[in-house]
């Protein structure tokens, strides 16, 4: 069940401060906090703009950093800016 869903099946208080977002956040689940989570993370960063095509070709590259990451592999600060620019597909 999505979080539209789920919300919409209860009584919504409104909140308008960052206390009350706050606090409204902590009595969501666990998975409904993730969600919330990667929604205001697409939108702050543009992610929600992405075609499914580029959303794809940016996990990708971020998957390869992460096994590089993993590996042992480490970049100092020029080759780190070129190596994102890579993954990044620039």
């Known amino acids: 069940m999505s ?18 977002i706050e606090q409204a956040i902590q009595r969501l689940s666990d998975a409904q906090r993730d969600e919330l989570e990667s929604r205001l993370l697409a939108r702050r960063f543009g992610l929600d703009a992405l075609t499914e ?27 780190l800016r070129q190596a994102v620019r890579s993954w990044l597909g620039k």
Do not use: F, H, K, W
């Not at 919300?7 to 909140?15: K, P, Q």
């Not at 580029?54 to 080759?79: C, V």
């Open 3 to 20: 979080l539209e869903q789920q919300l919409s099946d209860v009584n919504i208080e409104e909140v308008s401060t960052v206390q009350e």
């Open 53 to 79: 095509a580029e959303r794809a070709e940016l996990i990708d590259s971020l998957e390869e950093a992460e096994r590089e990451i993993n590996e042992g592999q480490s970049y100092s600060g020029d080759q």
